[in-house]
C-alpha cells in the first residue's frame, strides 16, 4: 500500500471534510459553478485531460473543470496519471505497482495494464512515488466520482523530448483496444507576475490545442515556460496521438488570492 504523503496539506485529511472541500472546488467563483452527476450513458470521447496538482485551495477549482468533463463524459475502467518527480528519488521513470489510499478509500492498481508498461524506460519503483504529490491529488478526485477507481501512475523524474516520447509510444501501444483515461498532472508557469504567467502560459496551451508535441516542447525551452510537468504533458500526447483538444479553463493563483508572483493553472480535455 502507497499511504498518503500529502493529506492534511494540499487536502483535508478527514474524509468528511475532503469531500466538502471537493464540492467547494466544482462551486468556487473560477470553478465550472457545479458538480455534475456521473454520466452512465455518456459519450466516452474523452481521452485524456491535462490536470494542475497544487494544493486545492489554489488549483481545486480549475482541476474541478477536468473532473466535471469526464462525469459528463462517463467513466472508462481504467486510468493512467502521469505527474512529474518533484522530489529527485527513485527512478527516473518510475511505475508504482501499489494500490494507493487516500482519505476517500483505496484507489487500486491496475496490474494488467501495469505489466504491459513495465519495460524500458519505465521501471517499477515505489521510491519514487512515496513523497511525490502530483498523482495522489487527482486521486480523491477520481474517487469523489467514483467508489472503485483503477489505476496505473507513473512518476516522470526524466521529462526531456526524446524520453517524453518514448515513454508516450509504450504507453500507446500498452493502451491499445483499453477504456482508459489519461491524466497528464502539471502546474504551468511558476512564481512570475500574473499578466506574464498567462502570456507565456497561453502560448504552451495553444501548442497543445494544436497537437505539436515537438512545438510545445520548443516553447516551453525558448519562452522559459516553467511547466513541472511538460513531460507528463508530452508523453500524454504522444499516448493519444492526433486528438480534439478543448481548453476548459486557464486561470492561477492569483485568481484565488491576491500575490505579486503567481502559478498558472490549465484544465484541457482531450477528445477522440
Keep these: 500500500m502507497r499511504y498518503p504523503a500529502v493529506a492534511g496539506q494540499f487536502y483535508e485529511r478527514d474524509a468528511g471534510a ?8 466544482y462551486r468556487h467563483a473560477i470553478g465550472p459553478g457545479r ?20 494544493g486545492y485551495v489554489y488549483s481545486g477549482p480549475v482541476a474541478a473543470h477536468a473532473y466535471a468533463a469526464l462525469a459528463e463524459d462517463g467513466l472508462p475502467e481504467t486510468f493512467v496519471v502521469l505527474g512529474p518527480n518533484h522530489t529527485g528519488l527513485g527512478a527516473a521513470v518510475a511505475l508504482g505497482t501499489h494500490d494507493w489510499e487516500t482519505p476517500l478509500g483505496v484507489a487500486t492498481y491496475d496490474t494488467d495494464l501495469g505489466a504491459s508498461l513495465l519495460k524500458e524506460p519505465l521501471t517499477d519503483d515505489i521510491i519514487a512515488h512515496r513523497h511525490e504529490h502530483s498523482i495522489e491529488v487527482q486521486l480523491p478526485f477520481l474517487q469523489d466520482l467514483s467508489r472503485e477507481v483503477r ?17 508516450g ?10 477504456d482508459a ?3 497528464a498532472s502539471t502546474d504551468f508557469s511558476h512564481y512570475i507576475p500574473k499578466a506574464e504567467a498567462a502570456r507565456r502560459d497561453r502560448m504552451a496551451i495553444d501548442k497543445i490545442l494544436a497537437s505539436d508535441v515537438k512545438g510545445f ?3 516551453i525551452k525558448e519562452q522559459d515556460v516553467s511547466m513541472c510537468g511538460f513531460g507528463p504533458v508530452m508523453a500524454m500526447m504522444t499516448a493519444i496521438g492526433p486528438a480534439k483538444p478543448e481548453l476548459l479553463k486557464y486561470a492561477s493563483s492569483g485568481d484565488v488570492a491576491p500575490m505579486d508572483d503567481v502559478v498558472g493553472y490549465g484544465a484541457i480535455a482531450i477528445r477522440r
Design 181 to 183: 483515461v489519461v491524466l
Design 18 to 25: 475532503l469531500r466538502k472541500q471537493i464540492d467547494g472546488c
Design 169 to 178: 509510444e509504450v504507453l500507446r501501444g500498452a493502451l491499445r483496444g483499453r
Design 35 to 54: 458538480k455534475p452527476a456521473v454520466a452512465r450513458d455518456g459519450a466516452r470521447t474523452l481521452k485524456a485531460l491535462v490536470v494542475p496538482h497544487a
Design 217 to 219: 516542447y520548443r516553447t
Design 151 to 167: 489505476f496505473v501512475p507513473i512518476c516522470m523524474g526524466l521529462q526531456e523530448l526524446p524520453m517524453a516520447v518514448e515513454v
